[in-house]
Structures are given as structure tokens and as C-alpha cells.
């Protein structure tokens, strides 16, 4: 038995990114402005003040700036924030450290047209990437907090992650569970239904939905109404929305 989904909803456009520039040199600002004055993706706010920018981070996206006393400062308040160290200092003299940080960039300052274009990319891709991991930390929480149990399989068929309300059910500790072939969690019967029927189903792109057993040290549970997708990466989603706790003897 599987459930047919709808097409899908067309994505909208990201919210734009606000980017604070901040430099002591006014027409090197003016001319960031400039070059990303047609562009709708990114909203620049310029400021030669540190102190001023400093009290300004409500609201920024990405702070693009030539001080490494801002980029401590940042750290401090705001630590996820992106931020583009934008120099005329030369790699060589950039710390190691600062180089391998995730949330922190460097470029070179440039007068032109490509630079600025580069200079847009890189802000771009620290966004999105700060963007995601907040993404990511929220559905976590949203996955932590769910009266659902829920279970997540790497394309690899390891268990990647299982929630609490998953773990209370098995009656397992989490860090058991996670890293286990995800096979190991069903009866027979249910892994034979899920790869005959269910698996297929979901590579065509569809989301099935049937009943599985689930093993526990003290028998088996059962979801009378499982819910199984793939992601684009080839990774399982299992989520129990019922669960039968009259079948842990079988």
C-alpha cells in the first residue's frame, strides 16, 4: 500500500541577505555598493565605523570586513555570524586558523568587476551554508521533540539517526542503535515487504506508507501506519505514526 503525493510546491526564491560592509575607506564602499546595487539576492549596509557596525548586527546576514579586531568582536557576540575578511593583506599572512573556520572567509580586496562577482560568492556561499546548518539544527529539534518515532537510514544502510521516542520504543540506548544496519530494527517479515514493495516505491519518488514490525529485546511493535520516503541522497526516512504495544510478545 503506498500514498501518491502531489506535485510538488514551487520553491520560492530565498530571502535576500543582508550584508553589513564595513571600512574605513568610503569609496571602496561606495563601491561594493555599487557593483552589487542590481543584484536582488543580497542587501548591502555599509558603515566605516566599527563600533557603529558592532551595534548593528541585529538583522545581518554576513559582515564583510578588512579588521581582524571586528572579527574577534564578532566571535563574542554574535559567533555563527559569517564574515568575509576582506584585506589587502596577502593569504601568506592570514592565520591558519581563521583560514580552516567554517563561519569565516577571506578574499583580497580588488577594484574589479570579476572581484566583486567573487566577493558576491563567497557571501553567498556562507549564507546558504549558515543558513542550512540552521535549517538543520531546527528540524533536529523539531525531530527530537516529535511524539513520533522516527528513524533516519544513511544511503550506506546505516542507521543515522534515531530519536528518543524511537529509542524508548526498541527499549535501546541511542548511541546502540545509530551506526547498526537499519535491517537489524524489523522482523523478517517486515524487511521483505519493505524491500519487495516499499523500496521500490520510494526510488520512483513516491512516499509509501504500511504497516511494519518493528524488533525489540522483548518481541516486536507494531506501526499499523509507517511512513517511508527517500531523500535525494539515496537516505531512508522512517516515520512510526502509530504503534501497537500489544505485539511486543510475538
Partial sequence: MHTTEPDPIQRQSPEPATVLCVDDDSEYLALIRTAFDDRDDLLVVTETDADAALDRLDGVDCLVSAGYDILDAVRDRAPGLPFVLHTSSPAETVSDVLLTD???????????????????????NLVARQRLA?????????????????????????????????ASV???????????????????????????EALPVTADGWCWTGPTTLRTRTGGITSPRTSLSRLDDGSLVFAFHELDHGDRDR
Avoid at 170 to 190: N, Y
Fill in 170 to 196: 526498541l527499549l535501546e540506548d541511542r548511541t546502540t542503535l545509530e551506526g547498526r544496519a537499519w535491517d537489524d530494527l524489523f522482523t523478517d517479515e517486515t524487511l521483505a515487504r519493505l524491500r519487495e
Fill in 134 to 166: 540552521t535549517t538543520v539544527e531546527r528540524y533536529g529539534a523539531a525531530l527530537e521533540t516529535s511524539r513520533e518515532a522516527t528513524l533516519i537510514v544513511a544511503s550506506d544502510g546505516a542507521v543515522a539517526f534515531v530519536n528518543e521516542r524511537l
Fill in 102 to 124: 567554517e563561519r569565516t572567509d577571506y578574499l583580497q580586496k580588488g577594484w574589479s568587476e570579476p572581484h566583486m562577482a567573487l566577493l558576491a560568492r563567497r557571501i553567498q
